[in-house]
C-alpha cells in the first residue's frame, strides 16, 4: 500500500522569505499523482499545486512551486515570498492511477503546520 | 455553484446516539468519499463511492455506514457514537478522472461526550 509522509510536524518562515515543506511517498506504481492541499484556520482544504510522475517538469503556480524526484520519491513544496495569508496546514497527496477502488482515492500525510512571522 | 456542501459544521452528540452527516454535491462528480481528520493523523478514508448505489469501505470505516441513492448525495450515518468518534469530518467529491483534483466540504466538528 502507498503511504506519505511529512517528516517536519511544524514549520516556521518570516514574511517574504522562502521556505521548502517536504514529502516523500512510497509506491511501487509507475504513474501517479501528487498533490499539495492547504488547509488556513477556516479548515477549508484548498489545492494548492498538482503533479502527474510522468511529467518531468516541476509545477509552477505563482509562488508556489514543486522539486519532484520521482527517483527518490520525494515531492517538496517550495513558497516564495512568503505572505501571512500563507499560516496554515499543509498536506501532501498522493493519487494512484486505478480508477475504481480505493486506490482512486486520496493518501494523505500528516501535514506541516506552516507558521509565518510578520 | 455551490461545490460540496456538508451540514452541519459543528455538532455535539451523547455517547450511543446515532446522526447523519449531510454531502451534497452540484458538480455531477462521480467519485464521493468521506475522511476524518484527527490531531496528528491528516487526513484518513472512511468510505468512497464510485457511483451511485456502489458504495465501499476505507482506512477506517468501523462504525459508519454510507449509501449513494443519487449523484448528488453522499451521507455518512454513525450508528452509535463513541468519544473515538470525535473528530473533523470531510466529504470530498472528484471526477472519475483520477489526474483531477479533489473538492472538499467544509467539514463537520464532530464531538462525543
Known amino acids: 500500500a502507498q503511504t506519505v509522509t511529512q517528516s517536519q510536524p511544524e514549520m516556521s518562515v518570516q514574511e517574504a522569505e522562502t521556505v521548502t515543506l517536504s514529502c516523500t511517498y512510497d509506491t511501487s506504481e509507475s504513474d501517479y499523482y501528487l498533490f499539495w492541499y492547504k488547509q488556513p484556520p477556516s479548515r477549508q482544504m484548498i489545492l494548492v499545486i498538482r503533479q502527474e510522475a510522468y511529467k518531468q517538469q516541476n509545477a509552477t503556480e505563482n509562488r508556489f512551486s514543486v522539486n519532484f524526484q520521482k527517483a527518490a520519491k520525494s515531492f517538496s513544496l517550495k513558497i516564495s515570498d512568503s505572505q501571512l495569508g500563507d499560516a496554515a496546514m499543509y498536506f501532501c497527496a498522493y493519487r494512484s492511477p486505478n480508477y475504481g477502488g480505493s486506490q482512486g482515492n486520496l493518501i494523505f500525510g500528516k501535514g506541516t503546520k506552516l507558521s509565518v512571522k510578520p | 455553484n455551490a461545490g460540496v456542501t456538508q451540514t452541519p459544521k459543528f455538532q455535539v452528540l451523547k455517547t450511543g446516539q446515532s446522526m447523519t452527516l449531510q454531502c451534497a454535491q452540484d458538480?455531477?462528480?462521480?467519485?464521493m468519499s468521506w475522511y476524518r481528520q484527527d490531531p496528528g493523523m491528516g487526513l484518513r478514508l472512511i468510505h468512497y463511492?464510485?457511483?451511485?448505489?456502489?458504495?465501499d469501505q476505507g482506512e477506517v470505516p468501523n462504525g459508519y455506514n454510507v449509501s449513494r441513492s443519487t449523484t448528488e448525495d453522499f451521507p455518512l450515518r454513525l450508528l452509535s457514537a463513541a468519544p473515538s468518534q470525535t473528530s473533523v469530518y470531510f466529504c470530498a467529491s472528484s471526477y472519475s478522472e483520477v489526474w483531477t483534483e479533489a473538492f472538499f466540504g467544509q467539514g463537520t466538528r464532530l464531538t462525543v461526550v
Open positions: 463511492s464510485v457511483g451511485a448505489g456502489i458504495t
Open positions: 458538480m455531477n462528480h462521480e467519485y
